[in-house]
């Protein structure tokens, strides 16, 4: 008898934290890689969110809090839904968790019994279907075009319902395409939903600010206020504010929900860090200006690579390097070959498998523009030497 846990098989490692460790690996052993897996900003937090933790630590704030997160917080995630999405939550609608993921984990946790399914558009960020295997639940991946940007169609979305669905992911702007959903198109999907009355939607917003060519960002409670009654809008600071390390999240949901989701916290975590919850306060009320500078320096770097739509992720299709040969001689089967390869040349990413499309490779673009242009050069030459 194994002394692991039979779980263990099902906590599965992505893709991008398989190529970053790959990455450590490669450097230890003096390898010149240039970095291109990691999805978070390589902005600092901003000062004033700095400060607001030191005093909150000086003020005693150190002790637990209520497990969801504290009045101060949820009425400054109450303040950023209205003033930003126009809608009107209540307390008793808002969670706050150490990060988007484990309100995520939560949700899942919380709704999912042995076989429920969980509709994923693929390309999709791998922990969805990660944590709903580990939940217990099944992900049924649908698949997108890239002619269609890579989104959703509300002739796919009606094609992969099934009755045991009990949530859609919908992921705007997306990780890892980019793609943004316009407000006309979230309609459209609405459509569909409204039609489904047992699926739930996960709307992940993580990525709202980081929108380009000045598209607005759009929800989907906004567009259809019907489905507030069974959507949950995950978000949190670790992108907009550059706070990943603080883990940070919240969601705004059902109030059913949210309680029971405040009960699979409760046999975890508990609350967030007291220290990282009054940081986000200082972050939600805080100035807002810093946030569209440093959109404005993503996109920069977006324009300096390539057209995509939003977040700082770019999906890059490698069919034309199928079936090529490296020179060392490898012929390249699949995208796990053409991203060996690359790291080989001194790239790292991940590839397209661990998201739910193939022959893709992922390309962030949260890194200095000088280490980019640097990387589409190796990326460049490594497509000119293949036989
Ligand atoms: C699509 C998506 N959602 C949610 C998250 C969770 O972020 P965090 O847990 O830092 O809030 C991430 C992080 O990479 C992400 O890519």
Redesign the pocket.
């Known amino acids: 008898m194994s002394f692991l846990a039979a779980r263990l098989a099902r906590a599965r490692i992505s893709a991008s934290a398989a190529a970053a460790q790959r990455t450590r690996e490669l450097r230890a052993a003096g390898h010149d890689i240039i970095g291109l897996s990691q999805?978070e900003p390589d902005f600092d937090t901003p000062e004033h969110v700095i400060e607001a933790a030191y005093k909150a630590m000086r003020a005693g704030q150190t002790r637990y809090t209520p497990v969801d997160g504290t009045p101060e917080l949820k009425q400054a995630i109450l303040a950023k839904f209205r003033s930003e999405n126009g809608l009107d939550f209540k307390a008793e609608n808002i969670t706050a968790g150490a990060?988007?993921?484990?309100v995520?984990y939560n949700a899942l946790m919380a709704s999912l019994d042995p076989g429920d399914e969980v509709l994923i558009p693929a390309p999709s960020?791998v922990?969805y279907a990660y944590m709903t295997e580990f939940a217990d639940g099944v992900p049924v991946w649908v698949a997108t075009r890239a002619e269609n940007g890579f989104k959703l169609s509300p002739e796919e979305l009606e094609a992969a319902v099934t009755p045991r669905a009990k949530w859609l992911m919908l992921?705007s702007p997306s990780?890892p395409t980019g793609a943004v959903y316009s407000a006309d198109e979230l309609r459209a999907l609405a459509v569909v939903l409204k039609r489904h009355p047992q699926i739930w939607i996960i709307a992940?917003d993580?990525?709202e600010h980081i929108v380009f060519d000045g598209r607005p960002f759009a929800t989907l409670v906004q567009v259809a206020p019907q489905l507030a009654e069974r959507t949950l809008i995950?978000n949190?600071v670790?992108?907009t504010y550059a706070m990943?390390g603080w883990?940070l999240?919240f969601g705004a949901g059902p109030a059913t929900l949210i309680r029971a989701m405040a009960r699979i916290q409760a046999q975890s975590s508990l609350n967030p860090s007291s220290i990282s919850q009054a940081a986000a306060v200082a972050a939600l009320n805080g100035p807002q200006d810093f946030v569209s500078v440093r959109r404005a320096e993503f996109e920069a770097r977006r324009n300096a690579i390539l057209p995509s739509l939003g977040a700082f992720y770019i999906y890059v299709g490698c069919e034309g390097w199928l079936g090529r040969r490296t020179p060392q001689g490898q012929r390249l089967a699949n995208d796990e070959d053409v991203t060996a390869y690359l790291l080989e040349s001194g790239v790292a990413v991940p590839n397209g498998a661990g998201y739910g499309l193939s022959p893709y490779f992922r390309l962030s673009f949260a890194t200095s523009m000088a280490a980019l242009t640097e990387a589409c050069k190796r990326i460049d030459a490594a497509g000119r030497a293949l036989d």
């Open positions: 999805g990060g988007g993921k484990q995520l960020w922990a992921n990780n992940d993580i990525y995950v949190g670790s992108k990943t883990r999240g």
